[in-house]
């Protein structure tokens, strides 16, 4: 079994900035990204943490993200707009573009962005939230390297194409629905095959389209509750990059296995203005109401007590703010060999 060393969020923060800052990202760019790495490692969502500074920094050494983007954002309509990420790191991108959701939502009732020539954004809850701070509802969605058969193939064809929507209440935590379309993120598949560890039958196949239980053999991810889950990545594919033209499926670039050419990813930022429904402390009590509802709802056998999307995630955030992020020894050492490269020592060290 892995060991892993708890590291506080702050020393990630401070180190995944440094670094960025290395190969030449702005500090406030710097910042951001690290920023959103961290937040996922506190949330536990630790295959969209810290440990893809590593990669993030060597593509920019490639030039295959531009550490100096110059964004162009579009207004084309009332709430709506077009970023042009200018090939950036897809965090402070993906921000941009929520902040500029916000803005159009005050003014219209809802704003929508969708962002083009982009990078890897990470996880989707940071951007919803955001949003959900802004008293909007987020919807953040986006599209990615193929990792998915579609219902009925055998071949890759679709992302993981995560969908976040992130819901304000007066009480914490809020709503807050993060999830790929797959049956599960190849990440989690990739970490299992790293560890050595196997996988339930439902999460992937091999290459003759067959459940595998060992990682290693995996090859693709299969959708998320069949057909079901296949229509929603497929809708998320939609949206992503047949509003922004940019590639879809295999189309895509692997940002772990391609480094000769730019990714041109595509996202989707939604915010509802909730004011323009009704007031805003109204509408939280009634979420309020409707959690506190749910929660007191009869337990199946089994389970003590019933919790609302993103509620695991938020207990995570408030024990690890407190105790530090497990760090995998792995991570570690690849973290540790980038910052020795950079002059930046890993805060284990």
């Not at 950036?88 to 219209?108: F, H, I, M, W, Y």
């Not at 497929?234 to 296995?257: N, Q, V």
Request: net charge neutral; hydrophobic share 40%; charged share 25%.
């Amino acid at each position: 079994m892995q060991q892993s060393v708890l590291v506080s969020a702050k020393d990630l923060k401070t180190f995944g900035q440094r670094v960025l800052q290395k190969v030449g990202v702005s500090k406030q760019h710097a910042e951001e990204t690290s920023e959103i790495l961290v937040d996922a490692n506190l949330r536990g969502i630790d295959t969209h943490g810290i440990y893809l500074i590593d990669l993030y920094a060597r593509r920019l050494q490639k030039k295959l993200i531009n550490p100096v983007p110059k964004f162009i954002f579009e207004k084309k309509r009332a709430g709506l707009g077009i970023l042009d990420a200018d090939f950036s790191l897809g965090q402070p991108a993906t921000l941009e573009a929520s902040r500029k959701a916000v803005e159009l939502a005050k003014d219209a009732g809802v704003g929508i962005v969708t962002v083009k020539n982009s990078n890897h954004f990470g996880a989707a809850a940071y951007y919803a939230e955001y949003i959900a701070k802004q008293d909007c509802i987020g919807l953040v969605m986006c599209d990615g390297e193929c990792d998915v058969i579609p219902y009925g193939g055998k071949e890759k064809f679709l992302g993981t194409n995560p969908i976040c929507c992130c819901v304000p209440s007066i009480s914490q935590p809020w709503y807050c629905m993060d999830m790929a379309t797959s049956e599960v993120a190849f990440g989690k598949v990739r970490a299992a095959a790293e560890a050595g560890k196997s996988i339930p039958p439902n999460w992937a196949v091999d290459r003759n389209g067959q459940p595998v239980t060992d990682a290693k053999q995996a090859y693709a991810v299969v959708p998320m509750s069949g057909v079901k889950g296949y229509a929603l990545g497929l809708m998320i594919e939609i949206l992503s990059s047949r509003l922004t033209g940019m590639p879809y499926g295999a189309h895509i670039i692997r940002k772990f296995d391609d480094w000769d050419n730019r990714a041109f990813m595509g996202h989707y930022i939604q915010a509802i203005d909730i004011k323009a429904f009704c007031p805003v402390d109204v509408f939280k009590k009634r979420m309020d109401e409707l959690i506190q509802d749910l929660k007191k709802q009869p337990k199946a056998f089994g389970f003590n007590e019933i919790l609302i999307p993103g509620e695991p995630e938020w207990r995570n955030k408030v024990n690890r703010e407190k105790e530090g992020c497990p760090i995998r020894q792995e991570d570690i050492e690849l973290l540790a060999q980038l910052g020795k490269e950079l002059g930046v020592p890993f805060p284990t060290e």
